[in-house]
Nanobody, 123 residues
Framework: QVQLVESGGGLVQAGGSLRLSCVASGRTSSIYIMGWFRQATGKEREFVAAINWGGARTYYADSVKRRFAISRENAKNTVYLQMNSLKSEDTAVYYC????????????????WGQGTQVTVSS
């Protein structure tokens, strides 16, 4: 089992920045990829970014490229999502997920999820 705990959400004005953190515990050796997804009210959960746990390959949704950056700090079992130039359409609950397989864009691939952290961007 892997446990994930997100933090760092909040209220920010459009154009501002936030950094989300996701701390993994438990059987972290089984993790192949870590990802961030988000779910706005009334919408389906959508892929935001992912990073290969053992290496440094990163993947992004087109809507966040050049604004968001995903990174990892293995010594702390932590993945970060730096969000810059935030827009009102970025408002959502952000979830951290851990997958033992590939297929990083599909939420069904992920075996473990955190509880989510709310990000609200005011215009």
């Amino acid at each position: 089992q892997v446990q994930l705990v997100e933090s760092g959400g909040g209220l920010v004005q459009a154009g501002g920045s936030l950094r989300l953190s996701c701390v993994a515990s438990g059987r972290t050796s089984s993790i192949y990829i870590m990802g961030w997804f988000r779910q706005a009210t009334g919408k389906e959960r959508e892929f935001v970014a992912a990073i290969n746990w053992g290496g440094a390959r990163t993947y992004y949704a087109d809507s966040v490229k050049r604004r968001f950056a995903i990174s990892r700090e293995n010594a702390k079992n932590t993945v970060y999502l730096q969000m810059n130039s935030l827009k009102s359409e970025d408002t959502a609950v952000y979830y951290c997920g851990a997958a033992r397989g590939s297929g990083y864009r599909e939420s069904a691939t992920y075996d473990y999820w955190g509880q989510g952290t709310q990000v609200t961007v005011s215009s």
